[in-house]
């Protein structure tokens, strides 16, 4: 079959499309034909080496499709069923053995097998972010960086859900018509406008009680600056690089200020949680109360300009390869 396969760690360039063998599905996998993978910013990490992995290995880690064999054990699942995963390796390929516990089945009736593949990470770490990190509230507001990236759109969507006043930051005037139809309440250009003080005169001086911040480096210690006090920082990414060590006293300074660093898998640890945010997004997406906007759509092959378009701030919503 065919592949992207990281032979060296390094830029876009290093992707490399080869033919590759699978094995048979071992005990406890099934074989999915993959409709589509889904590309994540934490695939760039793996191809950079900023998340050390071992070379050679194929990229990926989401993906959805057809159950086209069962390893030993597999009882959930049969040949011609459908399911999506979000953290299994080996995902940007026309094949792939998942371990049958890490795969949310789904009615491909209702939810397309391309859009399954393009919500499960983004759409279940929007979920456990709003649901779970800071469980938001009636009347409490938010602030969402990079509102318009993967993330960012379902994040807003859901907080919107929940009753939460939404601010977000977006590069562009395109990012921010796009934020805006996601539910976002404001929306701050951080690119002209310094993201403090609008978030300090949109909400009266106050602040927020949780940043939602996925862009790290650059945006981190505003972030602190936007909160009231004993507010939330979630910090889920680094779109701009990682942050530098924090000293822990300017929490107090600023307010008896709380920082989180969580990760999608500590909140899909068990086959329940897993399959409670899963099947949420599924029927919020056939419900139509939740849109996953696709913003681009990649051959397998075209892998290296998929990460290109990511890394340059040049996408919004989701990238999806096709096998
Ligand atoms: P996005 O679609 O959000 O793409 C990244 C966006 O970040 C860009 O479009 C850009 O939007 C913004 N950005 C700001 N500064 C930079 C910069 N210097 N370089 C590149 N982008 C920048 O990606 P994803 O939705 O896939 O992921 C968002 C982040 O969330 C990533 O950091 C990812 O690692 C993290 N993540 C973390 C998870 C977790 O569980 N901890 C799970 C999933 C994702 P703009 O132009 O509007 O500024």
Redesign the pocket.
């Known amino acids: 079959m065919k592949a992207i396969r990281v032979n060296e760690h390094g830029g876009p360039e290093v992707l490399s499309y080869e033919d590759v063998e699978l094995p048979d599905p071992g005990p406890g996998e099934a074989r999915i034909r993959l409709a589509a993978a889904g590309?994540?910013?934490?695939d760039t990490?793996q191809r950079t080496g900023l998340y050390p992995k071992e070379t050679p290995f194929t990229l990926g880690l989401e993906g959805a499709g057809e159950v086209e064999s069962v390893g030993e054990g597999v009882e959930e699942f049969s040949p011609g069923d459908y399911g999506a995963f979000a953290m299994a390796p080996g995902a940007y390929a026309e094949y792939v053995n998942v371990p049958a516990d890490q795969l949310v089945p789904f009615n491909v009736t209702l939810v397309e097998a391309r859009m399954a593949a393009a919500v499960m990470?983004?759409g279940m770490?929007a979920h456990?972010?709003s649901h779970s990190t800071f469980p938001l509230e009636e009347g409490q507001t938010a602030l969402v960086?990079?509102?318009?990236?993967?993330?960012?759109l379902l994040l807003c969507q859901m907080a919107k859900m929940r009753g939460a006043t939404v601010i977000g930051?977006?590069?562009?005037e395109e990012?921010a018509k796009l934020a805006r139809e996601a539910g976002a309440d404001e929306v701050i250009l951080?690119?002209r406008q310094d993201f403090v003080e609008e978030t300090r005169r949109l909400t009266d001086g106050e602040g927020v009680h949780v940043v939602y911040d996925?862009?790290?480096?650059?945006?981190f210690d505003g972030s602190l600056d936007c909160l009231r006090p004993r507010g939330y920082l979630v910090l889920?990414?680094?779109?701009?690089?990682p942050v530098p060590p924090v000293d822990l006293q300017v929490l107090n300074q600023k307010g008896g200020l709380y920082v989180t660093?969580?990760?999608?898998?500590q909140?899909t640890a068990t086959r329940e949680e897993l399959l409670w945010r899963a099947e949420s997004l599924f029927s919020w997406m056939g419900s139509g109360n939740l849109n996953v906007r696709i913003?681009g759509t990649y051959n397998l092959a075209d892998a290296a300009q998929a990460h290109r378009d990511?890394?340059?701030?040049?996408?919004?919503?989701?990238?999806i390869l096709i096998p």
């Open positions: 590309v994540n910013y934490i990490y990470l983004q770490t456990y972010l960086h990079a509102a318009a990236g993967g993330v960012g930051t977006v590069g562009t990012k951080y690119t996925s862009v790290g480096k650059d945006t889920f990414g680094a779109s701009s690089g660093r969580p990760s999608l898998g909140y913003g990511l890394e340059g701030r040049k996408t919004t919503g989701k990238l």
